[in-house]
């Protein structure tokens, strides 16, 4: 199998697509409208790196996208924090430790996507 190839080597791609899937089930269930940017900017960094790897335009929409997605999962985590001890305090124990999951997802691709080499 080529180096190219490998699970390893596409995991940033899959891992987009992923999150990407992800925020749609949040916004369906009542998330904000921003979520939409969230979606859009995780499927698109994602074909970009399937489709056009070393790219000009790869390297940095990944890392925004990362970034991006960072922040919002941040915003979350924090929220779901701030309503443990409240009436809503059974959807906070599965919040947050899920929007921490993908806080350490998104950390890792903003550094796979800021490690990648330029075309």
Same mark, same amino acid.
């Given at each position: @199998? ?8 596409? =995991?940033?791609?899959? =891992? ?6 992800? &925020? ?8 904000? #409208?921003?979520?939409? &940017? !969230? ?9 970009? =790196?399937? @489709? &056009?790897?070393?790219? &000009?335009?790869?390297?940095?929409? *990944? !890392? ?5 997605? =960072? *922040?919002?999962?941040?915003? +979350?985590?924090? %929220?779901? /924090? ?5 009436? %809503? +305090?059974? %959807? $906070?124990? #599965?919040?947050?430790? /899920?929007?921490?999951?993908?806080? *350490? *997802?998104? #950390?890792?691709? /903003?550094?796979?996507? $800021?490690?990648?080499? +330029?075309?």
């Amino acid at each position: @199998m080529n180096s190219d190839q490998s699970i390893l080597s596409r =995991l940033p791609t899959i =891992l987009f697509f992923v999150t990407g899937i992800f &925020w749609v089930g949040v916004l369906a269930t009542g998330g904000g #409208i921003l979520l939409g &940017w !969230a979606i859009i900017t995780c499927f698109a960094s994602g074909v970009f =790196l399937y @489709m &056009w790897t070393a790219s &000009w335009v790869t390297r940095p929409l *990944v !890392a925004a996208s990362a970034l991006f997605g =960072l *922040v919002i999962t941040g915003y +979350q985590f924090y %929220v779901a /924090l701030t309503a443990l001890g409240t009436p %809503v +305090q059974s %959807v $906070a124990i #599965i919040s947050a430790p /899920l929007f921490a999951v993908f806080a *350490v *997802v998104y #950390i890792y691709l /903003l550094y796979a996507g $800021a490690s990648r080499p +330029q075309a």
